[in-house]
């Protein structure tokens, strides 16, 4: 087991895919390594799925930044 209790999967890179929420939400996807763009194919993309840690962190940094961003807009409609 690692550090997200997932199995080990050996699997090849070739199978991999780039994940989508954090190639579309992420302005700074582009400069990131290869290896951490990838995500599990048979995975939604979500944090865990990605395929290093560094993947990972980045994820859930995309993740908190997009719930700041929503925050004030739903503060400002209910005040």
């Known amino acids: 087991m690692d550090r ?8 090849d890179t070739r199978t991999a ?3 989508r929420f954090c190639s579309t939400l ?9 290896i951490d763009r990838m995500v ?4 939604d993309d979500t944090a865990s799925a990605h395929l290093t840690e ?11 930044m997009r719930k700041q961003a929503i925050a ?3 503060l400002q ?3």
Do not use: N
Request: net charge positive; proline share 10%.
């Open 17 to 19: 895919r780039e994940c």
């Open 54 to 64: 560094d993947g990972y962190v980045k994820h859930r940094i995309v993740e908190l």
């Open 40 to 43: 599990l194919p048979k995975v």
């Open 72 to 74: 004030p807009a739903v």
């Open 4 to 11: 997200f209790h997932r199995r080990p999967e050996h699997t």
């Open 26 to 34: 992420d302005p700074d996807f582009a400069s990131r390594r290869a």
């Open 77 to 79: 409609r209910t005040a």
